[in-house]
């Protein structure tokens, strides 16, 4: 069971202080009747919540699919830059966070959710989770760099990378997949074969797929059966 003011809030109605002014107003019932108790315990997988007179979706967890766009930063909060969270308009984002992160000058797929079991199976390197990017470069990519891409190359760690999925699509851009999480680490591989990223978007996240209709700055949440694919992609 859960107080009445954290499940409204947890489910997207508005900030703590303000579901208490909208119980203490007489907007919100509980199986039908008028409830003024912020403190009120709820079943929240029987009970019936209503706000206004509609009624009001309680999930534990959430996920919602991000569509990164360039100058804003992966953070919770920051003073002076714009980050993700600020694109989530109307979303309660008290307990949700990034999965992973991509760099501000970078776009494209980004996870926010706040089931941090799941979070971290998909970012622990032992999960070797897919993350495909689309790179555009200052140089042509050639054959010898795209091989030594698939093998592995000594960016500056302890270790080399991991073998990578390299190939060029129609346009001569490089399509790049990797199964790790380092810090800037599609940068520094473009770097250890001599050529430089120019542009950054990432595509893909596990099974889980950037839409091409959903517009850069613009979000989602995820489907059931995407929910579902990415608790396999680390089962």
């Given at each position: 069971?859960?107080?009445?003011?954290?499940l409204?809030?947890?489910?997207?109605?508005?900030?703590?202080?303000?579901?208490?002014?909208?119980?203490?107003?007489?907007?919100?019932?509980?199986?039908?009747?008028?409830?003024?108790?912020?403190?009120?315990?709820?079943?929240?997988?029987?009970?019936?919540?209503?706000?206004?007179?509609?009624?009001?979706?309680?999930?534990?967890?959430?996920?919602?699919?991000?569509?990164?766009?360039?100058?804003?930063?992966t953070?919770?909060?920051?003073?002076?830059?714009?980050?993700?969270?600020?694109?989530?308009?109307?979303?309660?984002?008290?307990?949700?966070?990034?999965?992973?992160?991509?760099?501000?000058?970078?776009e494209?797929?980004?996870?926010?959710?706040?089931?941090?079991?799941?979070?971290?199976?998909?970012?622990?390197?032992?999960?070797?989770?897919?993350?495909?990017?689309?790179?555009r470069?200052a140089?042509?990519?050639?054959?010898?760099?795209?091989?030594?891409?698939?093998?592995?190359?000594?960016?500056?760690?302890?270790?080399?990378?991991l073998?990578?999925?390299?190939?060029?699509?129609?346009?001569?851009?490089?399509?790049?997949?990797?199964?790790?999480?380092?810090?800037?680490?599609?940068?520094?591989?473009?770097?250890?074969?001599?050529?430089?990223?120019?542009?950054?978007?990432?595509?893909?996240f596990?099974?889980?797929?950037?839409?091409?209709?959903?517009?850069?700055?613009?979000?989602?949440?995820?489907?059931?059966?995407?929910?579902e694919?990415?608790?396999?992609?680390?089962?």
């Open positions: 069971m859960m107080r009445l003011d954290k409204l809030s947890d489910a997207g109605v508005g900030t703590r202080s303000q579901v208490k002014e909208y119980i203490r107003k007489g907007q919100v019932s509980v199986n039908g009747e008028i409830c003024k108790k912020p403190e009120q315990k709820i079943r929240e997988e029987t009970d019936q919540i209503c706000w206004g007179g509609q009624p009001v979706a309680y999930a534990r967890y959430q996920y919602y699919l991000l569509h990164k766009p360039q100058g804003v930063i953070a919770t909060e920051d003073p002076r830059e714009k980050t993700v969270m600020d694109l989530l308009s109307g979303v309660n984002t008290a307990h949700l966070a990034p999965v992973g992160r991509l760099d501000k000058d970078t494209g797929l980004l996870l926010l959710t706040n089931d941090g079991k799941l979070a971290h199976r998909l970012l622990s390197p032992k999960s070797h989770v897919d993350k495909v990017y689309l790179v470069t140089r042509p990519v050639s054959a010898r760099a795209l091989a030594a891409l698939e093998q592995g190359v000594d960016i500056g760690d302890e270790k080399p990378t073998p990578a999925r390299a190939s060029l699509n129609e346009a001569g851009e490089l399509l790049l997949t990797i199964r790790e999480g380092r810090y800037h680490q599609v940068k520094r591989m473009l770097q250890a074969v001599g050529n430089e990223v120019i542009y950054l978007k990432r595509l893909s596990g099974s889980l797929k950037l839409p091409e209709d959903l517009e850069a700055g613009k979000f989602r949440a995820l489907t059931d059966e995407e929910r694919k990415l608790r396999h992609d680390v089962s």
